[in-house]
């Protein structure tokens, strides 16, 4: 299967849209120090460079029976604006190791999941067109009456379980973060995962990160691309990205090591 860029999951009018979301912001002092928010980034290595890259299930897959820790968004960001995103330039666009499912802005999770008979409960389920493979990432019963939010947990706190044509999200706990964002934009990125949240960028002071979301979805965050706009897709998260496309993966020395 073809390795695709980030880039390549959006029409031209969707990638310019990034190119000018991005530009209208002053950025430069950003790109030559490191943000402040940000300490020391964990020691990072390439596990699969985005080139052949493998799907989000193979990835998972791979990093599991390897016993590493898949980078997650938020480590995942440090390293973008840090001088260690030159040593691992290769494994970009990437998949991070945060697992991640909302539902359709304005509906609740109960609304807008699916009851399964198989968990006995209620799900976000995301069918990923090219292969018809369903996604299921339960929805704890305390936050079924939420809406406008998302569902998070990071690797290795999750797996991944097949069941026939279904791929179950199995994790202990899942994180909820509200007021995620109803359209694509700049955003604010809440402290503990790095997810777009809360009011528009141009309001708070801060780096933005420039969301793009779909309608309903289970999966991944993507970061990252090594084409000629690695500097501004840098500040891109992607909540939306296809499971059979094929990403690098990075993974988190430190964090295996504990």
């Known amino acids: ?105 304005g509906r609740t999770f109960r609304e807008a999941g699916e009851w399964s008979d198989t968990l006995k409960s209620h799900a976000i389920v995301y069918v990923d067109d090219e292969t018809k493979i369903r996604y299921l990432l339960p929805i704890p019963e305390e936050h079924l009456d939420k809406k406008d939010s998302i569902l998070v947990v990071n690797h290795p706190l999750f797996s991944l379980e097949t069941n026939g044509n279904d791929r179950i999200v199995r994790a202990a706990q899942v994180s909820l973060i509200e007021r995620f964002p109803a359209q694509d934009g700049r955003y604010q990125a809440d402290p503990q995962f790095g997810i777009p949240y809360d009011a528009p960028a141009s309001c708070l002071g801060g780096i933005p990160k420039l969301l793009f979301r779909g309608e309903k979805w289970v999966g991944l965050a993507t970061r990252g691309s090594c084409d000629d706009d690695f500097h501004y897709l840098r500040f891109v998260i992607i909540l939306c990205a296809i499971a059979s496309n094929c990403h690098g993966v990075a993974v988190d020395r430190q964090e295996a090591e504990k």
């Not at 430069?28 to 390439?46: I, M």
């Not at 480590?75 to 494994?91: M, R």
Request: aromatic content about 6%; glycine content about 6%.
């Open 1 to 105: 299967m073809a390795t695709m860029h980030v880039s390549a999951l959006f029409d031209k009018g969707r990638r310019d849209a990034i190119r000018g979301a991005v530009a209208s912001r002053d950025l430069g002092p950003v790109l030559k120090k490191r943000a402040e928010p940000f300490d020391t980034p964990n020691p990072l290595s390439v596990f699969i460079p985005k080139s052949p890259g493998v799907p989000m299930e193979e990835a998972i897959r791979q990093a599991d029976e390897a016993g590493v820790v898949i980078a997650s968004n938020k480590v995942i960001d440090s390293v973008l604006y840090s001088d260690q995103v030159e040593s691992i330039k290769s494994v970009f666009p990437c998949w991070t190791g945060t697992m991640a499912g909302y539902v359709e802005q």
